[in-house]
């Protein structure tokens, strides 16, 4: 299984995302790994790897006037990038500073 995410990480999302920082990254993929079947408590998410702004969407396409609330909250706390997790098709950067992930790639 390691060698299945070093390869995930290295090889594929850093295809997807160059930008993107990996180690950051595998902290997130494993610890929503350990969030399966629980009850997520946003205080433990921001212990484990730091703020990162996270908007859950039902639909599979957005209005850019939507993401303006997590916007304004990746600027006000000087962060790298947020995520959104929609019901979408693919990976993909929306703006500059968010990612949008659909649910089945979780």
Request: glycine share 4%; charged share 25%.
């Amino acid at each position: 299984m390691v060698n299945y995410r070093a390869t995930y990480i290295n090889r594929d999302i850093a295809k997807l995302f160059p930008r993107l920082d990996k180690i950051v990254y595998r902290r997130f993929i494993t610890m929503l790994g350990k969030l399966s079947s629980k009850i997520i408590n946003k205080s433990d998410l921001a212990r484990s790897i730091g703020i990162l702004p996270i908007k859950i969407k039902y639909g599979s396409t957005v209005v850019r006037r939507q993401l303006r609330a997590l916007s304004d909250f990746i600027k006000l706390r000087d962060l790298p990038f947020g995520i959104l997790i929609n019901q979408s098709e693919s990976i993909e950067w929306l703006t500059d500073n968010i990612l949008q992930v659909p649910v089945g790639f979780l």
